[in-house]
């Protein structure tokens, strides 16, 4: 009797990235024009993009980049393009972050260092457990929420960019175990045109520097931004 032998090929086709309605909006939205200036600071480049698209965001400052700064290779002038374009372009040329949305909020995160099998753990996967702000200023909200999360930070600086100036806006959250970034990201989505920068406490060479975290604001939508 003949043996026949059927071969079943499977093929398995990758699924494309989804994301929620208003993650997808963030990223369609289309400036006019851009341009990342060679030598500036890819978290400079990152808070512009985030401005001039008034997407709200954050950044948690990696390790590496806070010793050793990593600059803009070279000049990037785009039209027309879409946020999350201008995204990719942007970590194409600093691989020590990766950039990721939650709820309409884009982040900046270090990468895990290469041959490093342990997770790092970060200050903002701690749980802030039952916390309700109303009508707080912003920078003092930020402040509260850290110090829940046992994050001791005596105050959040802000600052503003693109020369608005620093406006004291006030912020109403109900926040109920999430994490600090979450909390921080809500913060500013809440406002809805600022951003977070998170820097973990070091020791480089003979100088310690404690968490910080500042708050950068921006005024309402702005004129370079195009429509989605």
Known sequence: MNSIWVAM??????????????????????????VFSKDEGVEFGFNKLCRQADIPCGIEYSFETAEHPVSLKKRGHYVGAEAKTLLDALIAQNPRYRWTINAGVINLVPKAREGDKKRHDSPLDRVVESMELTEVALDIAATRICQSAGILIHSAAIDSIGGSPIVYRKVTVDLRKVTLREALNRLVKTDGHSSWLFSQQRKHMSHEYPDSLTILQWSGMSADAGKP
């Not at 699924?15 to 851009?34: C, G, H, M, V």
């Open 9 to 34: 090929v499977f093929v398995f086709q990758p699924l494309a990235w989804s994301y929620t309605k208003s993650d997808q909006a963030a990223l369609d939205k289309r400036l006019p024009e851009f």
